[in-house]
Nanobody, 124 residues
């Protein structure tokens, strides 16, 4: 069983930056993919970025390309999301997720491990 704990959310002005962290406990060598997802009030959960734990290949939603960077520290079993040039539309609850299947998709269906979420609020 893998437990994921997010941190680093908060409130920031538009144009600002935040870095989210996700610590993985009970980490399994079989976890192949980790990702960040977000859910705004009244909307569905959407994929933001994913990373393959072996090889480090990444995948981003079009809405965050060039502004967000996902990374993973294997030694610390920690996932990061560096968010720059934040916009009010980035306001959402951000969730860390992981799975042991092949393929790192931006859709939620593959992911069987989820964190509790951390709130990001961007003021205009």
């Amino acid at each position: 069983q893998v437990q994921l704990v997010e941190s680093g959310g908060g409130s920031v002005q538009a144009g600002g930056s935040l870095r989210l962290s996700c610590a993985a406990f009970g980490y399994s060598y079989s976890v192949n993919c980790m990702g960040w997802f977000r859910q705004a009030p009244g909307k569905g959960r959407e994929g933001v970025a994913t990373i393959a734990t072996a090889g480090g290949s990444t995948n981003y939603a079009d809405s965050v390309k060039g502004r967000f960077t996902i990374s993973h520290d294997n030694a610390k079993n920690t996932l990061y999301l560096q968010m720059n040039s934040l916009k009010p539309e980035d306001t959402a609850m951000y969730y860390c997720a992981a799975h042991s299947r092949f393929g790192c998709l931006l859709t939620t269906g593959s992911y069987n491990y989820w964190g509790q979420g951390t709130q990001v609020t961007v003021a205009s």
